[in-house]
């Protein structure tokens, strides 16, 4: 069962208020489902001004000494069993009283298998007065002894919560430029589509080699004890892996795209609440540039182009469709 934030919170307030609140949580649902936002929320609850005097700052601003919050490395874009460590020390020091040892992993799913290995031992003999929180849009990429561990909320809604990835701030940023510069037609529309494929190719091909990695290490620790077949079923099962990875990033671009002309949308209309505030300005000029009709046909421009790429249709064609309606 799912649930918007604001009841996930209730509930957490009224386990918390019967001494009944778990030690580990797995927050799972879509980008933009509110898991930061509850995640704050909690924390506050729990430890309330511990150097935050506000529960809407930024989930890494409540990193303190009691507060650890983990997530992919910038430039792997894995979590380290190194970052899991860290965390295990600060949960094992001392903390003031009434005040919880807390560890948020950001994007969980992306923990390296030694880093899962090591938080399962974590969540297996958690410190005392401890809370881990996890965080993720895919939970079935987590070894399954993790979830079972776990108490999970589901979150359903769009409450604005998105957490821009650099990779996809790239091709936001490229977005905005285009729009600055009022560039149009169909030479123009091509050149923005070739930077999105441009985004798309890089991080397939970073996917794909950060498993050919994880896949050689575990050949080079098991291949002296396991047999040959159960290295060929890893084989299988990071080349599904990678194709997995990138198609959810390829999903996610897109929804960025939706969210751009939906917050143009929703400045028409009057509404504050916006998935991509950091770019309000621009997508404002845009909101008063073209008519409620015209966001609308672009809005359905991506939706169809999510929908043809959930079919067997050639990516680089229906890219090249979708970008010529939409911003051409």
């Known amino acids: ?30 980008e933009g489902s509110g898991k930061q936002e509850l995640t704050r929320k909690l924390i506050y609850l ?4 511990d150097g935050i005097d506000d529960s809407n700052q930024s989930l890494d601003s409540f990193r303190s000494e009691t507060v650890n919050v983990i997530g992919p490395e910038s430039k792997s874009r894995r979590i380290t069993i190194e970052g ?3 965390a295990e020390r600060a949960l094992r020091m001392a903390s003031q009283k009434g005040v919880k040892k807390i560890v948020v992993i950001k994007e969980a799913d992306r923990m390296m298998p030694a880093a899962s ?8 003999e958690p410190p005392d007065n401890s809370l881990l929180i996890l965080l993720t849009a895919q939970p079935e990429q987590l070894l ?3 979830l079972s561990r776990c108490i999970r909320i589901s979150l359903k809604g769009n409450s604005g919560d998105w957490e821009i990835s650099e990779e996809a701030q790239e091709f936001l940023d490229q977005l905005r430029q285009f729009y600055r510069e009022n560039r149009n037609g169909v030479s123009a529309a091509l050149s923005l589509m070739k930077v999105f494929s441009g985004v798309l190719s890089q991080e397939k091909a ?5 498993n050919e990695e994880s896949l050689k290490l575990e050949i080079k620790t ?3 004890t396991t047999e040959g077949d159960w290295l060929k079923r890893r084989d ?6 990678s194709e997995s990875e990138y198609l959810d990033f390829r999903s996610k671009l897109i929804e960025y795209l939706l969210a751009w002309f939906g917050d143009s949308l929703r400045q028409q209309n009057g509404w504050n609440q916006l998935d991509l505030p950091v770019y309000a300005d621009t997508t404002r000029d845009l909101a008063k540039s073209l008519g409620a009709t015209s966001l609308g046909k672009k809005i359905e421009a991506i939706e169809k182009l999510r929908s043809n790429l959930n079919t067997n249709v050639q990516e680089a064609l229906a890219l090249e469709t979708a970008f010529i309606q939409a911003f051409a």
């Open 1 to 30: 069962m799912s649930f918007p934030p604001e009841e996930a919170f209730k509930l957490l307030c009224n386990a918390n208020q019967n001494s009944r609140l778990a030690h580990a949580y797995l927050i799972t649902g879509a």
């Open 222 to 224: 098991y291949k002296q």
């Open 236 to 241: 299988v099962y990071y080349k599904a892996l």
């Open 46 to 49: 729990l430890n309330g001004a």
């Open 84 to 86: 899991i460590r860290q």
């Open 144 to 146: 399954t002894t993790i």
């Open 117 to 124: 290995n090591a938080f399962l031992k974590t969540l297996e």
């Open 206 to 210: 970073r996917i794909s080699k950060l």
